[in-house]
């Protein structure tokens, strides 16, 4: 696997990311994933040295404006130790944005 410094954090990322956006379905539906397969597969490429896995909110939902089960799929499957070998992307919704404020 090769691997890029990103940006000025020194840490090694892949070049090769896992996207989740389009995972083993079942039923022709969706918000189905097939858990087991995607699991087999995410764990494959983080066991073969991918480490940068990149979700977002609406991926695997029925639309874009609800939340799909990209995100809650990846909770379960980076357990065990996964989760300490990768970096997490997700996206923001920014379309569900109703106004601007500071915290």
């Not at 840490?11 to 397969?37: A, H, Q």
């Not at 494959?44 to 874009?64: K, M, Q, R």
């Not at 357990?79 to 923001?92: H, S």
Request: net charge positive; with cysteine.
């Amino acid at each position: 696997m090769l691997y890029r410094t990103f940006g000025k954090t020194g840490k090694k990322v892949s070049i090769l990311g896992f996207g989740c956006m389009r995972l083993p379905i079942l039923e022709g539906n969706p918000s189905k994933i097939n858990e087991p397969l995607a699991t087999e597969m995410l764990h494959y490429a983080i066991d073969h040295g991918v480490n940068y896995v990149d979700t977002a909110y609406p991926y695997h939902g029925l639309s874009f404006t609800e939340g799909g089960n990209s995100e809650t799929f990846l909770g379960k499957a980076l357990k065990n130790g996964y989760r300490e070998q990768v970096y997490l992307a997700t996206k923001l919704p920014s379309w569900n944005i109703q106004k601007k404020r500071r915290s």
